[in-house]
Structure formats: C-alpha cells, structure tokens
C-alpha cells in the first residue's frame, strides 16, 4: 500500500495545484476496558502507528471539495448545505462541519483529501481518527482555536448525531491524546486520564484480523446501550444514586437483575466485572505483572462472548488459538464486535511461527484468508506535513 501521507499531499497538489497542510490521526487499539466508555466506566486504549490522513486548504467561496484518495471518488457541496451523503465516507467530513457549525465556529469553503491505513472494519477505529483528523486540519485553517478535549468530544458527537453510532469518547479521545510507548487510562465520565507506560521489551502487540464484519454489529450495538440503560434503571429503584453502570457493584448487580431478563442481567454484569478487570489490570502494569495483565485480556474475551454476545465463531476460534500458543501472553476480541480483530501480545521472538500457524488454522477452519498486523504505540492528532 502506498504511503498515505505522501498520496494525500501527492493527489491534492495534482487537483488543487496548491501546497495544502497535512494532517494525521491514529486508528486505535484498546488492551482492556471494551463496551465500558458509553457506561461511563474505564478503557485503556493506545493510539497506534496506522492512521487516517487529510490533506487540507481553505478556499475563498463556501464549496467543500473532498477527495477520497483510496476510492478515486470526490464529493462537492456548499457549506450551507450540508446533507447526507448515500456515498457514504463523505459523511466522516461533514458531520465535524456539521458540529462546528452547531457551535458557532465559522468555516468557509476547503478543498481536502483523505486517506489513510487504518484498516476498515477491524475495530480500530477508522471512522474516528477520519473525524478528528478533519476536525484538526479545519482548527489549523480556519484558526478555530479548538481545545483537544473540544475535538475529541465533538468527533464523537459527529459521529452520534449525523452518522448515527451512538459510540462513546474512546475512539476519539485515543486518536487525539495518544502518546508514544503508553496506553492511557482514561474515565469517560470524568475524562481524567492518566498514561501508564506500555513498553514490553520483545512482546509485539498484534491484531489478528477476522476479515468478517456481520452485519449485526451496528444495530445490535445500540441494542447494548439500550440493554444497559434498562439495566441503571432497575437498579435505580433501590440505589438511586446509580447513574451509570460506573456506579454499580456487582452485589447489586446480582440483587437488582438476576431475576430480571436474562439479557439485561448479563450486560450488566459484564460491563461490571469489565471496569473491575481494567483497574487491576492498569495495576499488572504498573507492577510489570504482563502474564497477570495477559490473563485478563483472556477474561475478557470470555465475558464479551457469553455474557455481552458480541463475539462470532471466527473471532472465539481465533482465541482459542491463541491459547496453544506458549508465545502468546493475552488476547480477546476488540472493538464493537461481530467481526473485526483480536487483539494480542506475541512473545517477538516467536512472531513468525506463531502468525503462520494461526493462520493456517484458520484458513483450514473457516475458508477465510485472515490479515495480520503488527502494529506499535504512536502519538495522538497532529500535523505531519
């Protein structure tokens, strides 16, 4: 694949025959901490060293000119007439203009052209750091004098109101305040952060990538939310002080939802046990206890695909894998679910077997050809040309 930040900036002077500003912002990983952020509980997640690009200009009318390097497509529209698109990918642009809009910021016509390699539909988040990429190149243009915390949680807001994806701030917040060779621990109802050093001499972090994406995994995302929200609700009736499932202990879980909806009382508990799992975990760290912090990457696959059901054959067989692997310290799905990757850490000096023989297996169980990718810790949004 062509380096994306040199196509960008390549292809934008070829159309716009001018110099533009060069824009990066990571897709992400997450260790631990999945299906807690829009609970308003903890994520531990790392920006990484795959990214979406725009390259950007402002333009002295008010036409939005996109270009969409990897698909040889471009879009235009007026910036006062901003709709949805059925194409689909100009949509990750106009709804951070969209946003700027709603609070007053004033921007004008740009030209831009997007790229990147952050794989789609394996969890790491390209919708997200295509948004806030975006955001940052139309802050530096059009000197909007946004904060980075006003970028996150306005990326996230874009991406609820005008795609329709009710995430939580994970995805954006990892893309814009990542930082090299640590994770951040972050608490989305407060977002307080702290980066806890993530430097493993000779493990890898390595995404096995399922190359199936359900269709299930956006509707049954919401259908989550909705399931956790019931079950605040309940709880609520005896603990009103329970806003959240942030706020919840497990003994309520279990005197509040046991005998309710099955459904209900297995979202709860796992997004429960899940923040439990992440403030022992960011404690393995912290401690250097990475076969500690390994087996609760393993825990958590467990509970996301009984209790949470967002997991999928090839994802759990991809696991089970890892599990004969002596070279392999951790792993559990990542990202919304039904698809996408697992997520774990490889012993380095064992990398090479290790890839081959997980994806022998999974050819000669599934009939599908699996991507693999070795990805390492980068810094958050900002400009690179």
Known sequence: MRDPKGLVKELFQQTFNEQPLVVCSPGRVNLIGEH???????????AINKAAYIAISKREDNTIFIVAGDLDESYTTEVSKLSYSDKGWPNYVLCVVEQLQKIGKNVGGFNAVIS???????GMSSSAALECATLYGLDQVFALGLERMQIAKLAQKAENEFVGVKCGIMDQFASVFGKKGHVVKLDCRSLEYEYVPFELEGIKIVLFDSMVKHSLASSEYNVRTSQCSEGVSIIQKKYP?????????IEMVEECLSNESTDIYHRCKYVVEENNRLLAACEDLQENKIVDFGQKMYETHAGLS??????CPELDFIVECTKKESGILGARMMGGGFGGCVISLVKEDELEGIVQRIKEAYFNKMNIGMNVYITQIEDGTRVVD
């Open 36 to 46: 807690t952020d829009y609970n308003m509980g903890f994520v531990l997640p790392a």
């Open 306 to 311: 009984e209790l949470y059901e967002v997991s």
């Open 241 to 249: 002080q329970v806003k959240t499932l942030r706020d919840a202990t």
């Open 116 to 122: 990147g390699d952050v794989p789609l539909g394996a």
